[in-house]
């Protein structure tokens, strides 16, 4: 059995940060690719940001130079600092770990999702 578990969102103010945490148990054996969805009401589910295990990032255009993603493999949790929020980036976000649990196969693993609002 493979939990993944969000931690970290919450009400911020347009300009304010927020950092979220994204922590992977259970019978891991590695973690390939982490990375960070949202979902806005009426929309659909967005990448937003991935790292790889060797530490590789890539950003949404939308979170360029906002948002910062990174890693502690020895915790298998990932990270998103949130910068500079905006009421756009308002959304229920996702933790995606893609996980192989001894093989050589990789699952992908969706956390609960936390919500983020950013609002005056």
């Known amino acids: 059995q493979v939990q993944v578990v969000e931690s970290g969102g919450g009400l911020v103010q347009p300009g304010g940060s927020l950092r979220l945490s994204c922590a992977a148990s259970?019978?891991?054996?590695?973690?390939?690719?982490m990375g960070w969805y949202r979902q806005a009401p009426g929309k659909q589910r967005e990448s937003v940001a991935a790292?790889?295990?060797?530490?590789?990032?890539n950003y949404a255009d939308s979170v360029k130079e906002r948002f910062v993603i990174s890693r502690d493999n020895a915790k298998n949790t990932v990270y998103l600092q949130m910068n500079s929020l905006k009421p756009e980036d308002t959304a229920v976000y996702y933790c995606?770990?893609?996980?192989?649990?001894?093989?050589?196969?990789?699952?992908?693993?969706w956390g609960q999702g936390t919500q983020v609002t950013v609002s005056s």
């Open positions: 259970g019978s891991i054996f590695s973690i390939n690719r």
């Open positions: 995606n770990a893609r996980i192989s649990g001894g093989g050589i196969s990789y699952k992908d693993y």
């Open positions: 790292i790889t295990s060797g530490g590789s990032t």
